[in-house]
C-alpha cells in the first residue's frame, strides 16, 4: 500500500496562490502515477491533474489547465500542485492520488484531503 498526506491547503483571495504538497510513503514504487483530485460541496469529486513517474506525460483537466501545474521530486517521494489565478470556483478539498496505470480514473490510494477555500 501506499500512504499519501497532503498539505498546503488554506484561504487564499481570488487571483491568489497556493501550493499543495502530497508526501508518499510505503510501496510507492507499486503506484508511480500521481494525480490530483477535488471535491465540492454538494459536487462530486473530479479529476484535476496527473503525472508519470519520470514527468514525461502530464494531464490537466480543462477547468485548470494554464492556472495549475503538476510536478513531482521523486528523491523526496512528494507531488506538487501550484494553484495559480485562483477562482471562487476552485475552492474545494484536493485530494492526492496514486495508480498503477496512467490515467484518470484508475487511482486506488487515496490521501485525507486539504481543504483549499478561495474568497471573492
Known amino acids: 500500500q501506499v500512504q499519501l498526506v497532503e498539505s498546503g491547503g488554506g484561504l487564499v483571495q481570488a487571483g491568489g496562490s497556493l501550493r499543495l504538497s502530497c508526501a508518499a510513503s510505503?510501496?510507492?514504487?507499486?503506484?508511480?502515477?500521481r494525480g490530483w483530485f477535488r471535491q465540492a460541496p454538494g459536487k462530486e469529486r473530479e479529476f484535476v491533474a496527473a503525472?508519470?513517474?519520470?514527468?514525461?506525460?502530464?494531464d490537466y483537466a480543462d477547468a485548470v489547465k494554464g492556472r495549475f501545474t503538476i510536478s513531482r521530486d521523486n528523491a523526496k517521494n512528494t507531488v506538487y500542485l501550484q494553484m495559480n489565478s485562483l477562482k471562487p470556483e476552485d475552492t474545494a478539498v484536493y485530494y492526492c492520488?496514486?495508480?498503477?496505470?496512467?490515467?484518470?480514473?484508475?487511482?486506488?490510494?487515496w490521501g485525507q484531503g486539504t481543504q483549499v477555500t478561495v474568497s471573492s
Open positions: 492520488a496514486a495508480a498503477t496505470r496512467w490515467g484518470r480514473s484508475d487511482y486506488d490510494c
Open positions: 510505503g510501496r510507492t514504487w507499486d503506484r508511480s502515477v
Open positions: 503525472i508519470t513517474y519520470t514527468g514525461g506525460s502530464i
